[in-house]
Protein backbone atom coordinates (compact mmCIF):
# COMPACT_ATOMS: atom_id res chain seq x y z
CA UNK A 1 0.00 0.00 0.00
CA UNK A 2 3.44 2.19 -0.13
CA UNK A 3 3.68 3.86 -3.71
CA UNK A 4 6.66 5.94 -4.17
CA UNK A 5 6.15 9.71 -3.54
CA UNK A 6 6.82 12.35 -6.68
CA UNK A 7 5.54 15.67 -7.76
CA UNK A 8 4.13 13.71 -11.11
CA UNK A 9 1.46 12.83 -8.40
CA UNK A 10 0.71 16.53 -8.08
CA UNK A 11 -0.22 16.93 -12.26
CA UNK A 12 -2.43 14.07 -12.01
CA UNK A 13 -4.47 15.08 -9.66
CA UNK A 14 -4.85 18.83 -10.33
CA UNK A 15 -5.84 17.89 -13.81
CA UNK A 16 -8.58 16.03 -12.60
CA UNK A 17 -9.54 18.07 -10.05
CA UNK A 18 -9.23 21.46 -11.36
CA UNK A 19 -9.60 20.57 -15.27
CA UNK A 20 -11.29 23.51 -15.96
CA UNK A 21 -9.43 26.00 -13.88
CA UNK A 22 -6.69 28.43 -14.82
CA UNK A 23 -2.95 26.58 -14.12
CA UNK A 24 -0.81 28.99 -16.38
CA UNK A 25 -1.05 32.54 -17.70
CA UNK A 26 2.00 33.46 -19.79
CA UNK A 27 1.23 37.31 -21.63
CA UNK A 28 -1.57 36.68 -23.80
CA UNK A 29 -1.90 33.06 -22.99
CA UNK A 30 -3.87 31.06 -20.49
CA UNK A 31 -3.84 27.49 -19.73
CA UNK A 32 -6.31 25.44 -17.94
CA UNK A 33 -5.18 22.61 -15.74
CA UNK A 34 -6.19 20.31 -18.26
CA UNK A 35 -4.42 21.95 -21.59
CA UNK A 36 -1.64 22.24 -18.85
CA UNK A 37 -1.64 18.40 -18.62
CA UNK A 38 -2.02 17.88 -21.96
CA UNK A 39 0.66 20.32 -23.31
CA UNK A 40 3.36 18.38 -20.92
CA UNK A 41 2.01 14.74 -22.38
CA UNK A 42 2.86 16.19 -25.50
CA UNK A 43 6.54 17.76 -24.76
CA UNK A 44 7.19 14.07 -23.05
CA UNK A 45 6.04 12.22 -26.03
CA UNK A 46 7.93 14.68 -28.68
CA UNK A 47 11.16 13.83 -26.40
CA UNK A 48 10.73 10.24 -26.79
CA UNK A 49 10.12 10.48 -30.02
CA UNK A 50 13.70 12.23 -30.28
CA UNK A 51 14.55 9.21 -28.35
CA UNK A 52 14.86 10.44 -24.55
CA UNK A 53 15.28 7.86 -22.59
CA UNK A 54 14.76 7.40 -18.67
CA UNK A 55 18.31 9.02 -16.84
CA UNK A 56 19.08 10.72 -19.63
CA UNK A 57 19.28 15.06 -19.04
CA UNK A 58 17.83 17.22 -20.64
CA UNK A 59 18.68 20.35 -20.18
CA UNK A 60 16.36 24.27 -20.24
CA UNK A 61 18.26 27.54 -20.99
CA UNK A 62 14.98 30.06 -20.61
CA UNK A 63 13.33 32.78 -18.95
CA UNK A 64 9.84 32.62 -16.86
CA UNK A 65 7.38 31.09 -18.74
CA UNK A 66 4.73 28.07 -19.66
CA UNK A 67 7.95 26.17 -21.17
CA UNK A 68 10.18 25.84 -17.88
CA UNK A 69 6.88 25.34 -16.18
CA UNK A 70 5.85 22.25 -18.25
CA UNK A 71 9.49 20.94 -18.30
CA UNK A 72 9.21 20.40 -14.46
CA UNK A 73 7.32 17.66 -15.44
CA UNK A 74 7.18 16.51 -18.78
CA UNK A 75 10.81 14.84 -18.71
CA UNK A 76 10.49 13.63 -15.67
CA UNK A 77 7.25 11.81 -16.86
CA UNK A 78 9.69 9.64 -19.11
CA UNK A 79 12.33 8.83 -16.20
CA UNK A 80 14.56 11.57 -17.59
CA UNK A 81 16.16 14.16 -15.45
CA UNK A 82 15.66 17.89 -15.93
CA UNK A 83 18.68 20.50 -15.51
CA UNK A 84 17.51 23.95 -15.05
CA UNK A 85 20.13 26.69 -16.47
CA UNK A 86 20.97 30.05 -15.02
CA UNK A 87 20.38 32.53 -18.11
CA UNK A 88 22.82 34.98 -16.26
CA UNK A 89 25.71 32.61 -16.91
CA UNK A 90 27.97 33.01 -19.93
CA UNK A 91 28.20 30.99 -22.93
CA UNK A 92 31.45 29.21 -21.55
CA UNK A 93 30.33 28.24 -18.17
CA UNK A 94 27.17 27.35 -19.91
CA UNK A 95 28.72 24.89 -22.51
CA UNK A 96 30.62 23.56 -19.07
CA UNK A 97 27.20 22.32 -17.50
CA UNK A 98 25.89 21.18 -19.96
CA UNK A 99 29.09 18.77 -20.48
CA UNK A 100 29.72 18.07 -17.34
CA UNK A 101 25.46 16.94 -16.64
CA UNK A 102 25.62 15.11 -19.93
CA UNK A 103 22.50 16.80 -21.40
CA UNK A 104 21.30 14.72 -24.95
CA UNK A 105 18.58 18.05 -25.88
CA UNK A 106 18.32 21.59 -24.89
CA UNK A 107 15.52 23.36 -24.82
CA UNK A 108 16.06 27.57 -25.31
CA UNK A 109 14.39 30.09 -25.70
CA UNK A 110 15.32 31.87 -29.15
CA UNK A 111 16.23 34.64 -27.69
CA UNK A 112 18.98 33.18 -26.00
CA UNK A 113 19.95 31.04 -28.75
CA UNK A 114 23.42 32.61 -28.87
CA UNK A 115 24.54 30.92 -25.64
CA UNK A 116 23.63 27.38 -26.32
CA UNK A 117 27.01 25.65 -27.30
CA UNK A 118 27.84 24.51 -30.82
CA UNK A 119 28.03 20.43 -29.95
CA UNK A 120 27.34 17.85 -32.17
CA UNK A 121 26.65 15.60 -29.41
CA UNK A 122 23.52 17.70 -28.10
CA UNK A 123 20.46 18.70 -29.51
CA UNK A 124 19.70 22.22 -29.25
CA UNK A 125 15.65 22.98 -29.59
CA UNK A 126 14.32 26.69 -29.72
CA UNK A 127 10.93 26.61 -31.05
CA UNK A 128 9.24 25.15 -28.26
CA UNK A 129 5.29 25.09 -29.78
CA UNK A 130 7.09 22.72 -32.94
CA UNK A 131 8.36 20.63 -30.54
CA UNK A 132 4.82 19.78 -28.88
CA UNK A 133 3.25 19.78 -32.30
CA UNK A 134 5.61 16.70 -33.58
CA UNK A 135 4.66 14.48 -30.90
CA UNK A 136 3.19 11.38 -32.45
CA UNK A 137 0.23 10.04 -29.91
CA UNK A 138 0.65 9.73 -26.04
CA UNK A 139 3.95 9.44 -24.40
CA UNK A 140 4.66 6.43 -22.84
CA UNK A 141 5.12 7.50 -18.85
CA UNK A 142 7.85 5.66 -17.15
CA UNK A 143 7.21 4.23 -13.40
CA UNK A 144 8.67 5.60 -10.74
CA UNK A 145 9.90 2.61 -9.20
CA UNK A 146 12.75 4.44 -6.78
CA UNK A 147 11.71 7.67 -5.08
CA UNK A 148 14.73 8.58 -3.69
CA UNK A 149 16.34 8.43 -7.78
CA UNK A 150 17.39 11.19 -9.35
CA UNK A 151 14.74 13.82 -11.04
CA UNK A 152 17.47 17.03 -11.51
CA UNK A 153 19.98 18.89 -11.34
CA UNK A 154 21.03 22.16 -10.32
CA UNK A 155 24.31 24.00 -10.63
CA UNK A 156 25.37 26.21 -7.91
CA UNK A 157 26.47 29.83 -8.68
CA UNK A 158 30.16 29.11 -8.78
CA UNK A 159 31.31 31.86 -7.00
CA UNK A 160 34.91 30.10 -6.65
CA UNK A 161 35.68 27.68 -8.55
CA UNK A 162 33.45 25.28 -10.76
CA UNK A 163 30.08 25.44 -10.16
CA UNK A 164 29.04 21.85 -8.63
CA UNK A 165 25.97 19.92 -9.21
CA UNK A 166 23.29 19.18 -6.93
CA UNK A 167 21.26 16.17 -7.20
CA UNK A 168 17.40 16.37 -6.15
CA UNK A 169 15.15 13.07 -5.92
CA UNK A 170 11.43 12.41 -6.19
CA UNK A 171 11.09 12.20 -2.72
CA UNK A 172 12.94 15.14 -1.84
CA UNK A 173 11.23 17.48 -4.28
CA UNK A 174 7.78 16.25 -3.08
CA UNK A 175 8.39 16.41 0.70
CA UNK A 176 9.77 20.31 0.10
CA UNK A 177 7.00 21.06 -2.45
CA UNK A 178 4.41 20.32 0.19
CA UNK A 179 6.63 22.38 2.89
CA UNK A 180 6.36 25.28 0.74
CA UNK A 181 2.19 24.44 0.46
CA UNK A 182 1.68 24.06 4.56
CA UNK A 183 3.94 26.76 5.51
CA UNK A 184 2.98 29.63 3.01
CA UNK A 185 -0.61 28.86 2.97
CA UNK A 186 -1.05 27.88 -0.63
CA UNK A 187 -4.55 26.35 -2.03
CA UNK A 188 -6.60 26.44 -5.24
CA UNK A 189 -7.08 30.17 -4.52
CA UNK A 190 -3.74 31.12 -4.49
CA UNK A 191 -2.54 33.27 -7.37
CA UNK A 192 1.27 32.16 -7.36
CA UNK A 193 3.60 35.69 -9.34
CA UNK A 194 7.00 33.82 -10.98
CA UNK A 195 9.55 36.58 -9.64
CA UNK A 196 11.76 34.04 -8.50
CA UNK A 197 13.51 32.51 -11.84
CA UNK A 198 12.65 29.32 -12.26
CA UNK A 199 16.43 28.06 -12.48
CA UNK A 200 16.96 28.89 -8.99
CA UNK A 201 16.48 25.59 -7.16
CA UNK A 202 13.99 24.70 -9.49
CA UNK A 203 11.72 28.06 -8.66
CA UNK A 204 12.46 26.94 -4.60
CA UNK A 205 10.01 23.93 -5.49
CA UNK A 206 7.16 26.00 -6.04
CA UNK A 207 6.48 25.34 -9.35
CA UNK A 208 5.35 21.54 -7.98
CA UNK A 209 4.13 23.44 -5.29
CA UNK A 210 1.52 25.92 -7.19
CA UNK A 211 0.48 22.63 -9.27
CA UNK A 212 -0.42 20.61 -5.86
CA UNK A 213 -2.75 23.31 -5.03
CA UNK A 214 -4.26 23.42 -7.62
CA UNK A 215 -3.35 27.25 -7.89
CA UNK A 216 -2.53 29.68 -10.68
CA UNK A 217 1.19 30.52 -12.10
CA UNK A 218 1.52 34.39 -13.39
CA UNK A 219 4.47 34.21 -15.74
CA UNK A 220 6.79 37.42 -15.30
CA UNK A 221 10.17 36.77 -17.58
CA UNK A 222 12.59 38.44 -15.62
CA UNK A 223 12.20 40.35 -12.17
CA UNK A 224 11.07 43.57 -13.04
CA UNK A 225 8.93 46.08 -10.33
CA UNK A 226 6.93 47.91 -12.67
CA UNK A 227 5.83 44.43 -14.23
CA UNK A 228 5.57 42.68 -11.22
CA UNK A 229 3.11 45.93 -9.56
CA UNK A 230 1.12 45.95 -12.32
CA UNK A 231 0.30 41.84 -12.62
CA UNK A 232 -0.30 41.61 -8.52
CA UNK A 233 -3.10 44.41 -8.83
CA UNK A 234 -4.51 42.88 -12.30
CA UNK A 235 -4.27 39.06 -11.70
CA UNK A 236 -4.84 39.11 -7.76
CA UNK A 237 -1.75 37.82 -7.01
CA UNK A 238 -1.74 36.50 -3.93
CA UNK A 239 1.90 35.17 -3.50
CA UNK A 240 5.25 35.80 -4.78
CA UNK A 241 9.15 34.59 -3.70
CA UNK A 242 12.42 36.71 -4.17
CA UNK A 243 15.93 37.98 -3.36
CA UNK A 244 15.95 40.77 -1.11
CA UNK A 245 17.09 42.92 -4.10
CA UNK A 246 14.17 41.53 -6.10
CA UNK A 247 11.86 42.18 -2.79
CA UNK A 248 13.29 45.97 -1.85
CA UNK A 249 13.13 46.91 -5.73
CA UNK A 250 9.59 46.13 -5.14
CA UNK A 251 8.85 47.79 -2.05
CA UNK A 252 11.17 51.12 -3.52
CA UNK A 253 9.33 51.18 -6.67
CA UNK A 254 5.57 51.44 -4.19
CA UNK A 255 6.94 53.48 -1.51
CA UNK A 256 8.44 56.30 -4.54
CA UNK A 257 4.71 55.77 -5.59
CA UNK A 258 2.79 55.27 -2.26
CA UNK A 259 1.16 52.37 -3.72
CA UNK A 260 -0.32 50.17 -0.92
CA UNK A 261 -1.36 46.72 -2.19
CA UNK A 262 -5.36 46.69 -2.39
CA UNK A 263 -5.65 42.35 -1.63
CA UNK A 264 -3.66 40.05 0.57
CA UNK A 265 0.16 39.24 -0.58
CA UNK A 266 2.50 36.87 0.95
CA UNK A 267 6.01 37.29 -0.19
CA UNK A 268 8.58 34.89 0.46
CA UNK A 269 12.17 36.14 0.78
CA UNK A 270 15.25 34.02 0.80
CA UNK A 271 18.51 33.39 -1.21
CA UNK A 272 20.31 35.88 1.28
CA UNK A 273 19.58 37.45 4.50
CA UNK A 274 16.99 40.33 4.29
CA UNK A 275 17.66 43.15 6.37
CA UNK A 276 15.29 44.41 9.47
CA UNK A 277 14.63 47.55 7.00
CA UNK A 278 13.96 45.25 3.44
CA UNK A 279 11.78 43.65 5.65
CA UNK A 280 10.14 46.41 7.56
CA UNK A 281 9.92 48.21 3.82
CA UNK A 282 8.09 45.62 2.03
CA UNK A 283 5.32 45.61 4.59
CA UNK A 284 5.10 49.07 4.39
CA UNK A 285 3.66 47.94 1.06
CA UNK A 286 0.59 45.97 2.78
CA UNK A 287 2.45 42.95 2.15
CA UNK A 288 2.76 40.17 5.21
CA UNK A 289 6.40 38.92 4.46
CA UNK A 290 7.89 35.23 5.08
CA UNK A 291 11.41 34.68 5.40
CA UNK A 292 13.02 31.30 4.35
CA UNK A 293 16.76 30.16 4.52
CA UNK A 294 18.52 27.42 2.82
CA UNK A 295 20.70 26.59 -0.26
CA UNK A 296 20.94 24.56 -3.59
CA UNK A 297 21.47 21.79 -1.87
CA UNK A 298 18.45 21.63 0.51
CA UNK A 299 16.06 22.22 -2.54
CA UNK A 300 15.87 26.10 -1.58
CA UNK A 301 14.33 26.64 2.03
CA UNK A 302 15.10 24.36 4.57
CA UNK A 303 14.14 26.66 7.42
CA UNK A 304 11.41 29.70 7.84
CA UNK A 305 11.00 32.11 10.13
CA UNK A 306 7.52 31.54 12.13
CA UNK A 307 5.53 34.54 12.84
CA UNK A 308 4.00 34.06 16.55
CA UNK A 309 0.77 35.44 17.10
CA UNK A 310 2.37 37.70 19.65
CA UNK A 311 4.42 39.40 17.18
CA UNK A 312 1.01 41.34 15.80
CA UNK A 313 1.98 43.26 19.04
CA UNK A 314 4.79 44.94 17.78
CA UNK A 315 5.98 47.74 16.17
CA UNK A 316 6.53 47.53 12.55
CA UNK A 317 10.11 47.63 13.07
CA UNK A 318 10.50 45.20 16.55
CA UNK A 319 8.93 43.09 13.82
CA UNK A 320 10.96 43.11 11.10
CA UNK A 321 13.56 42.49 13.52
CA UNK A 322 12.25 39.48 14.77
CA UNK A 323 11.37 38.55 11.18
CA UNK A 324 15.03 39.02 9.89
CA UNK A 325 15.69 35.72 11.79
CA UNK A 326 16.57 32.45 9.86
CA UNK A 327 13.98 30.60 12.49
CA UNK A 328 13.47 26.99 12.37
CA UNK A 329 13.53 23.72 10.22
CA UNK A 330 10.09 23.75 7.82
CA UNK A 331 7.02 21.39 9.98
CA UNK A 332 6.70 18.58 6.91
CA UNK A 333 9.61 18.38 5.44
CA UNK A 334 11.06 15.64 8.35
CA UNK A 335 14.06 18.22 8.94
CA UNK A 336 16.94 18.47 11.94
CA UNK A 337 18.80 21.79 12.32
CA UNK A 338 22.14 22.49 14.36
CA UNK A 339 24.19 24.73 15.07
CA UNK A 340 27.70 23.57 16.53
CA UNK A 341 30.88 24.48 17.52
CA UNK A 342 33.86 23.18 15.85
CA UNK A 343 33.99 19.89 18.07
CA UNK A 344 30.38 19.36 16.37
CA UNK A 345 28.48 20.25 20.15
CA UNK A 346 25.65 22.55 19.98
CA UNK A 347 26.18 25.62 20.81
CA UNK A 348 24.16 27.17 23.65
CA UNK A 349 20.99 28.91 23.00
CA UNK A 350 21.67 32.70 23.95
CA UNK A 351 22.02 34.64 21.06
CA UNK A 352 25.77 35.25 21.24
CA UNK A 353 27.75 31.90 20.59
CA UNK A 354 28.11 31.36 17.56
CA UNK A 355 28.63 27.84 15.58
CA UNK A 356 27.56 26.32 11.63
CA UNK A 357 24.57 25.56 10.24
CA UNK A 358 24.05 21.85 9.96
CA UNK A 359 21.17 20.22 7.88
CA UNK A 360 19.66 16.62 7.67
CA UNK A 361 16.15 15.24 6.01
CA UNK A 362 14.18 14.78 3.51
CA UNK A 363 15.09 18.00 1.74
CA UNK A 364 18.48 17.40 1.71
CA UNK A 365 20.32 16.53 -1.37
CA UNK A 366 21.77 12.81 -2.63
CA UNK A 367 24.96 14.70 -3.05
CA UNK A 368 27.16 16.48 -5.54
CA UNK A 369 26.90 14.34 -9.27
CA UNK A 370 30.35 12.88 -9.95
CA UNK A 371 32.40 14.97 -7.24
CA UNK A 372 32.47 12.16 -4.55
CA UNK A 373 34.88 14.37 -2.65
CA UNK A 374 33.02 17.35 -2.21
CA UNK A 375 29.94 15.07 -1.46
CA UNK A 376 32.15 13.42 1.56
CA UNK A 377 33.08 16.82 2.87
CA UNK A 378 29.76 18.44 2.51
CA UNK A 379 28.40 15.32 4.80
CA UNK A 380 30.94 14.54 6.97
CA UNK A 381 29.69 13.26 10.75
CA UNK A 382 26.39 12.99 8.69
CA UNK A 383 25.08 16.02 8.59
CA UNK A 384 25.48 18.41 5.68
CA UNK A 385 27.29 21.32 6.24
CA UNK A 386 26.14 24.50 4.95
CA UNK A 387 29.00 27.31 5.88
CA UNK A 388 27.14 29.43 7.38
CA UNK A 389 27.38 30.73 10.85
CA UNK A 390 24.69 31.12 13.39
CA UNK A 391 23.66 31.96 16.90
CA UNK A 392 20.56 29.83 18.84
CA UNK A 393 18.21 32.80 20.79
CA UNK A 394 16.39 31.55 23.55
CA UNK A 395 13.10 30.57 21.76
CA UNK A 396 15.50 28.01 19.23
CA UNK A 397 15.13 30.32 16.28
CA UNK A 398 18.40 30.21 14.52
CA UNK A 399 20.04 33.59 13.53
CA UNK A 400 22.52 33.53 10.29
CA UNK A 401 25.45 35.98 11.29
CA UNK A 402 28.17 35.48 8.32
CA UNK A 403 29.38 32.96 6.04
CA UNK A 404 32.74 31.21 7.32
CA UNK A 405 34.60 33.23 4.87
CA UNK A 406 32.86 36.33 5.33
CA UNK A 407 33.67 37.04 9.14
CA UNK A 408 35.95 39.67 9.80
CA UNK A 409 38.46 39.06 12.78
CA UNK A 410 39.55 42.30 14.11
CA UNK A 411 42.08 42.61 17.32
CA UNK A 412 40.93 39.09 18.21
CA UNK A 413 37.63 39.35 18.10
CA UNK A 414 34.87 38.20 15.59
CA UNK A 415 32.70 40.79 13.43
CA UNK A 416 29.49 39.96 12.22
CA UNK A 417 29.98 41.40 8.28
CA UNK A 418 25.79 40.70 8.73
CA UNK A 419 25.40 42.46 11.64
CA UNK A 420 27.28 45.74 10.58
CA UNK A 421 25.16 45.29 6.76
CA UNK A 422 21.76 45.42 9.11
CA UNK A 423 22.95 48.63 10.70
CA UNK A 424 23.87 50.43 7.50
CA UNK A 425 21.40 49.01 5.90
CA UNK A 426 18.82 50.76 8.37
CA UNK A 427 19.93 54.53 7.21
CA UNK A 428 17.45 56.04 5.03
CA UNK A 429 19.79 56.46 1.73
CA UNK A 430 21.38 53.04 1.71
CA UNK A 431 19.80 50.72 -1.08
CA UNK A 432 22.06 47.73 -0.77
CA UNK A 433 25.78 47.08 1.01
CA UNK A 434 28.21 44.58 1.78
CA UNK A 435 30.86 43.95 4.64
CA UNK A 436 34.28 42.49 3.62
CA UNK A 437 37.80 42.34 5.79
CA UNK A 438 40.32 45.08 5.02
CA UNK A 439 44.13 44.12 6.00
CA UNK A 440 45.29 46.46 8.87
CA UNK A 441 48.76 47.17 10.27
CA UNK A 442 47.61 47.22 13.94
CA UNK A 443 44.06 45.18 14.11
CA UNK A 444 45.06 42.82 11.56
CA UNK A 445 41.25 42.89 10.10
CA UNK A 446 38.53 45.97 10.08
CA UNK A 447 35.66 45.82 8.27
CA UNK A 448 35.34 47.79 4.93
CA UNK A 449 31.99 48.94 3.73
CA UNK A 450 30.58 48.60 0.24
CA UNK A 451 27.44 50.96 0.05
CA UNK A 452 24.91 51.59 -2.95
CA UNK A 453 22.49 54.52 -1.87
CA UNK A 454 18.91 54.66 -3.48
CA UNK A 455 18.02 56.68 -6.02
CA UNK A 456 17.92 60.55 -5.60
CA UNK A 457 19.81 59.69 -2.05
CA UNK A 458 23.00 61.27 -0.86
CA UNK A 459 25.11 60.08 1.87
CA UNK A 460 28.94 60.79 2.69
CA UNK A 461 31.46 58.36 3.86
CA UNK A 462 31.69 60.21 7.25
CA UNK A 463 27.92 60.63 7.86
CA UNK A 464 27.37 56.58 7.13
CA UNK A 465 30.24 55.73 9.92
CA UNK A 466 29.04 58.08 12.31
CA UNK A 467 25.55 56.26 11.67
CA UNK A 468 27.11 52.79 12.86
CA UNK A 469 29.04 54.47 15.80
CA UNK A 470 26.23 55.50 17.49
CA UNK A 471 24.49 52.11 17.12
CA UNK A 472 26.91 49.63 17.76
CA UNK A 473 30.54 48.77 19.21
CA UNK A 474 32.82 51.07 17.28
CA UNK A 475 35.57 48.06 17.10
CA UNK A 476 32.67 46.91 14.61
CA UNK A 477 32.45 50.10 12.30
CA UNK A 478 33.63 49.98 8.88
CA UNK A 479 36.64 52.40 9.11
CA UNK A 480 36.21 53.06 5.09
CA UNK A 481 33.63 53.06 3.04
CA UNK A 482 33.43 53.03 -1.11
CA UNK A 483 29.97 53.75 -2.94
CA UNK A 484 28.63 52.53 -6.56
CA UNK A 485 26.94 48.97 -7.40
CA UNK A 486 27.69 46.23 -5.59
CA UNK A 487 28.71 43.20 -8.28
CA UNK A 488 26.02 40.42 -7.91
CA UNK A 489 26.14 36.62 -8.82
CA UNK A 490 23.70 35.37 -11.31
CA UNK A 491 21.24 34.28 -8.64
CA UNK A 492 21.32 37.85 -6.84
CA UNK A 493 23.61 37.00 -4.26
CA UNK A 494 26.41 39.99 -3.45
CA UNK A 495 29.82 38.57 -4.87
CA UNK A 496 32.30 39.26 -2.07
CA UNK A 497 34.89 37.19 -3.29
CA UNK A 498 35.01 40.05 -5.94
CA UNK A 499 35.02 42.89 -3.01
CA UNK A 500 37.88 41.05 -1.41
CA UNK A 501 39.54 41.76 -4.36
CA UNK A 502 39.04 45.01 -4.88
CA UNK A 503 40.57 45.35 -1.44
CA UNK A 504 43.64 42.88 -2.52
CA UNK A 505 43.75 45.22 -5.63
CA UNK A 506 43.88 48.76 -3.65
CA UNK A 507 46.22 46.97 -0.53
CA UNK A 508 48.53 46.03 -3.26
CA UNK A 509 48.89 49.85 -5.21
CA UNK A 510 49.45 51.34 -1.86
Known amino acids: MISPLTPLEFLARSASVYADRTAVVDGQRRFTYAEFSARIDRLAAALQRLGIAPGDRVAVLAYNGVMPLEAHFGPMLIGAVLVMLNFRLAAPELAWILKHCGAKLLLVDPDLRNLAPDDPNLLVIDDYEALLASAQGPAVPVEVADENSLICINYTSGTTGFPKGVMFSHRGAWVNAIGELTEHGLDARSVYLW ?286 IEFGLLPRTATGKIRKNELRARVRASQAGQ
Open 195 to 480: TLPLFHCNGWCFPWAVTAAGGRNICLAKPNAAEAVALIEAEGVTHLCGAPVVVASIAQYCAERHIRFSRPLRIVTAGAPPTPAVIRDAEETGAEISHAYGLTETYGPHTVCVAKPEWTAMSLADRALAKARQGVAYMVAGTALRVVDGNMQDVPKDGESMGEVLMRGNNVMIGYYNNPEATAEAFEGGWFHSGDLAVVHPDGYIEVRDRKKDIVISGGENISSIEVEKVLADHPAVAEVAIVAEPDLKWGEVPKAYVGLKSGAVASADELIEWCRARMSHFKCPRH
